[in-house]
């Protein structure tokens, strides 16, 4: 694992500069749901290029509708991982509407069960969420998603990679937060720095576990 690579790719593209102000502006969209497909399918393309070993795996900002479409099935494959988290809040709603101000103690312990059950899962998803893409970049069906006995192979064969990969994404998503001393518009080209390295870790990961062609 070079986590030094992931960390200055970036800067060994000569176009480094103009892809990242366009993924910022993917970045600055993305609250309003517009961005989040592009950024993801994006993503995907580094994973790809990256396990392809390419010298310059940062890959252009062309074809957006294509890297929309892969962005899009990642994104509906994310919210099929968090529909028992969906089905729990609006069991809990409707748990409290039922029960009003009677509800009291109990409704309140519901919820908190509801949320520590969430947060569980939704712990869960995100450890192995990244093994789900480096499988999707690896065949490019959407079904890849959900074969879950590959993802988990793909975790176990590489777990010491593959933790490795996890906390030092998460580290740099909180690191990217400290783009507000850049203004708020630091933090659009930080969090999208972020995912790049976050992306070239994945490939690693993926070229590792699962050789490809060029």
């Known amino acids: 694992m070079d986590i030094g690579k992931a960390f200055g790719y970036v800067f060994e593209d000569e176009n480094w500069i103009v892809k990242v102000l366009i993924g910022g502006l993917f970045v600055l969209l993305s609250p309003f749901l517009i961005g989040i497909p592009f950024l993801v399918g994006y993503a995907v393309e580094t994973v790809q290029n990256v396990m392809r070993d390419k010298p310059r795996p940062l890959p252009e900002w062309s074809d957006l509708g294509d890297k929309f479409v892969k962005g899009l099935i990642l994104t509906v494959a ?76 793909l975790i176990t064969a590489n777990i010491g990679n593959y933790i490795v990969a996890i906390l030092v994404g998460w580290l740099t998503s909180i690191l990217a937060g400290f783009g507000v001393i850049l203004c708020f518009v630091g933090v659009l080209f930080t969090t999208f720095w972020a995912y790049l390295i976050s992306a070239h870790l994945w490939g690693q990961v993926g070229r590792q576990a699962l050789p490809t062609t060029a």
């Not at 899962?121 to 999707?136: E, H, K, Q, S």
């Open 78 to 153: 994310a919210m099929v991982y968090m529909l028992p988290v969906i089905l729990l809040a609006c069991l809990l709603g409707f748990v409290s509407a039922v029960a009003g101000n009677r509800g009291g103690d109990a409704v309140r312990s519901v919820a908190l069960c509801v949320q520590c059950i969430s947060w569980l899962w939704g712990l869960l998803v995100a450890i192995v969420f990244p093994a789900t893409v480096i499988r999707y970049a690896k065949s490019g069906e959407f079904m890849a998603a959900f074969r879950f006995g590959e993802i988990f192979s």
